[in-house]
């Protein structure tokens, strides 16, 4: 196996820079850097078939990963995540054609885990041996696990209400964790300004070329379950955005390779009423989103309040005729126990905000039954242990002749 990666280029302004140095943003304009591949040399060489026969998980793609040498993967096993029919879920809600792709069965227990292994191996293969990480939580546990395997020093900043088990995590994979008063924009700022002084490599969202070769992983994945088709839409939980941005990137990928065609599905971003820049700037008709003041919701992994790839974002919702939507911290936290009781699903609340956004589409028409809709569950709520209410479990006495009584 031989990986096609090119170059690197610029999202904005086109400057093309080598793959084989050291980059974070665009040194011309700061703004996103991509991996670029010989696609038309791949595409004459790599064939659907034998990627098929491979063993199951993120790295058979390799060839379309950033990493040339095999040695330099640092793996725990991430991707090929079930698609799973939504069930009596999707029969609740009138529809057979809605599924749910479970990205909390992955290692650490969310998507991260895909754009964190692309990354510290691409680190990795560079010669780093120290990161640095602002997170919301699973980000950084991700980072701390991929980083132990790889045996390089991690530094994460997160914020101070960060979920308990998060904070465990990091301190079990032996990162170097830090809280801080304030939101994960305060957290990058500390963490690019960490790096300057102290030498860390930032693996922030977007700002490293990486994580979204990892994330993209997810549409090649989704074409390849639906015959090389694509569905009618795709709803997904968005605060950074690495995944949606991804998927977009792999969707073009796929075509060049001549194994999709020009068909996209509709891509939709669900945020929090309490923090949607992405949601405000689709609306007011904007490329770029501006920071959204007082940030707050339940659901951690989606309070963002600015990112830098907002135009990326933005620039594939409406390439896609997809949309944006807000949904209520209530609206969540229901959710996510219907997508448990009727899916099987243990939701994290950026999983559930999918299924609400679901709903409120149906209602407006946006989306029907007959449309093939995915919703990204991105993380397992074992981490969010503290929003999940349960009544106080009735305790029976096995040598209580009337136990049996007690059970409804």
């Known amino acids: 196996m031989r990986s096609y990666l090119s170059h690197l280029e610029c999202t904005y302004c086109g400057e093309a820079y080598s793959a084989d140095e050291l980059h ?34 993120m790295w058979r793609w390799f060839e379309i990963m950033p990493v040339r040498n095999p040695d330099h993967i640092v793996t725990l096993g991430e991707g090929d995540t079930p698609l799973l029919p939504a069930g009596r879920l999707g029969e609740v809600l009138g529809s057979d054609k809605l599924w749910i792709k479970d990205e909390g069965l992955n290692p650490t227990g969310s998507f991260k885990a895909r754009g964190l292994s692309a990354a510290v191996s691409k680190a990795k293969e560079l010669g780093i041996t120290s990161m640095a ?18 045996g390089m020093r991690i530094y994460q900043f997160m914020p ?32 690019r300004e960490g790096a300057k002084h102290k030498g860390w490599f930032d693996v922030s969202t977007l700002r490293e070329p990486y994580r979204q070769e990892g994330k993209k992983t997810m549409g090649l994945e989704l074409a390849e379950h639906f015959g090389w088709t694509l569905p009618d839409a795709i709803i997904y939980p968005t605060g950074g955005g690495t995944g949606l941005v991804g998927m977009w990137k792999a969707f073009h990928e796929l075509e060049q390779l001549g194994w999709i065609g020009p068909k996209r599905p509709k891509m939709i971003v669900v945020q929090a009423e309490g923090c949607a820049p992405i949601v405000r700037a689709y609306q007011a008709g904007q490329r770029h989103a501006e920071l959204f003041p007082n940030a707050h919701t339940i659901a951690p992994g989606i309070r963002v309040p600015v990112a830098i790839g907002d135009y990326l974002i933005l620039d594939a919702v409406r390439a896609s005729g997809g949309t944006a939507v807000a949904v209520s911290d209530a609206e969540i936290v229901r959710d996510m126990r219907e997508m448990a009781r009727l899916a099987g699903v243990f939701a994290s609340p950026e999983g559930a905000a999918t299924l609400s956004a679901y709903k409120r589409l149906r209602a407006s028409g946006f989306l029907s039954p007959d449309d093939v809709t995915v919703l990204f569950n991105c993380g397992s709520a074992f981490k969010n242990a503290e929003l999940i209410q349960a009544p106080t479990l009735p305790v029976l006495d096995p040598n209580d002749p009337a136990w049996l009584d007690q059970v409804a």
């Not at 665009?26 to 004459?44: I, N, Q």
Request: include cysteine; charged fraction near 25%; hydrophobic fraction near 40%.
């Open 160 to 191: 101070q209400d960060v979920p308990e088990m998060m904070r465990k995590e990091s301190y079990q994979y032996g990162a170097h964790a830090y809280l801080v008063r304030g939101l994960i924009n305060d957290a990058g700022r500390m963490v």
């Open 133 to 150: 990480i602002p997170s919301a939580g699973n980000a950084a546990a991700a980072l701390a696990a991929y980083g132990a395997r790889a």
């Open 24 to 57: 974070t943003t665009c040194p011309k304009c700061g703004k996103v850097l991509f991996a670029r591949y010989d696609l038309k040399t791949a595409r004459a060489q790599l064939n659907r078939e034998a990627l098929a026969r491979r063993p199951r998980g």
